[in-house]
């Protein structure tokens, strides 16, 4: 876990980014304040929500992939997912961003 900078100190970094940008975020799980992995859920106007995660790969980066679109004959079905997760993850983060183009916004945070 070194080098990396603690959980909650991340994502209000997160949220402070995206208000810059315009856009309004909110917590919607906290998890573990050091050590837990961190979801963006990314949405504009309670439309196209986009889930966002850290993906390791065999570089040893960590970028956020989109893992999960929102489908439009079931809109719910993303937000069960995410209650799934949480259940299986108590130590999950997960963070809801509105914003007009969430993927720019997810590349800008990876930065």
């Known amino acids: 876990m070194e080098g990396r ?3 909650h100190l991340e994502v209000a970094g997160m949220i402070r980014a995206i208000e810059s940008q315009g856009g309004f975020a909110s917590v919607i799980a906290k998890g573990h304040k050091d050590a837990g992995t961190i979801l963006i859920l990314t949405i504009y106007r309670g439309e196209n929500a ?7 790969q065999l570089d040893g ?28 993850d108590p ?5 809801e961003a509105d914003i007009a183009d969430g993927a720019r916004l997810v590349a800008s945070l990876a930065r």
Request: net charge positive; proline share 12%.
């Open 5 to 7: 900078l603690p959980a």
């Open 50 to 56: 986009v889930l966002f995660e850290r993906m390791p």
């Open 61 to 88: 980066s960590r970028p956020y992939i989109a893992a999960k679109q929102q489908n439009p004959e079931k809109p719910h079905e993303i937000y069960e997912y995410l209650e799934r997760r949480r259940l299986q």
């Open 91 to 95: 130590d999950i983060w997960i963070l």
